[in-house]
């Protein structure tokens, strides 16, 4: 049975599907999801670029970050990274090999945790990680130890769930990375909810009318949307950040991805965001190849905002990702991306690599940067190097 096969059996079952069961199927069975295949995702080989894909340097970057964070905590005698969807864990490995060169007493307190739904993601990075995992230094929590189908989870679930290695009691970072963007969505137009339907081995869509609850979401976190307009309802990640901010006892959450504000959507901006990758092209139909693409969607920074102030963290100023790179990197000059080229060529090529990371044509402005915090000074946050060039 292929998952085409799989979809259209449901369906026959239980009638038309939420968009958002759609793409769940799409992306995370876990016979023939798209993230539960082999075949590589990432980098030139694969469907995408991510930050890690193009230079060590933002790993780098954020290893500095990290270590800044973990002073303003006081310098705990222990502090755990978990590090949410890290894929092939290159970004993960930059920054343990820079912390543990340049950052030593940092290290030695650090745990990194890798919390990974993929089984074949997983054993890769059970594999990479095999000494570090053995030294006790990175954890890879098994299937059992987190969700096994990333929207199962509740407001109720335990920390347990979330995958920490450490107490509870010991403060964390917890780092989203495009992450939030792959998670489920509802779709809405004039129409009403999106809904799947399929016939003669073809889907279809019918409209299906909305429920309160993606009501009081286009109320609150964007905009109802008018004639062939569509939006994207993000229910699941609203409620996935509540859970992982309410986990956090003292501590940091750092969220990067392409997204955006309420206030961005009023002004006309960022509807019908959905997008599908294969092989580095993008797509808007989700229809094609399901289970051999991914699937994404713009994130609603706005509806994020709202469920980490509702689990408990304080928010601080939403940034770019040019902005909070370029803060970090500004006092050492950037070494972090230089301080391994010995010729001229080198240093053009990093210099190259750089300005995409943090360069608007690139994926500078096109990533936002939500940070925040429990447990720590408003003011000790606000002089992070990452918010430095926050905006009024």
Known sequence: MSLRQKIEQEIRERGPIPFSRYMELCLYDPQFGYYSRTAEKFGTGGDFYTSSDVHAVFGRLLARQFEEMWRALGSPLQIEVLELGPGRGLFAQDVLDWSQKQFPDFYEALHYTLV???????????????????????????????ERERHSFSRAETSEKLGRALAADVPVIVFANEFFDALPVEILSEKGSLRIAARDGRFFEEWAAPSAEEMEFLDHHGVHPEGDVRTEVSLLARIYMTHIATTIERGFLIAIDYGYTREQQLAGRHLDTLMTYRRHTASPDPYQTPGEQDITAHVNFTALTAAVEQGGLQVHKLVTQSQFLMGIGEGTQFADAFEQCRLPQERAKVALQLRHLITPEGMGERFQVLVASKGVEPQIVSDLKGLSFAKG
């Not at 054993?123 to 990175?138: C, H, P, T, Y």
């Open 116 to 146: 990974e739904t993929s089984p074949a993601l997983r054993q890769r990075l059970e594999s990479a990680f095999r000494d570090r995992i053995g030294a006790g230094k990175v954890s890879v929590p098994p299937q059992n130890q987190h």
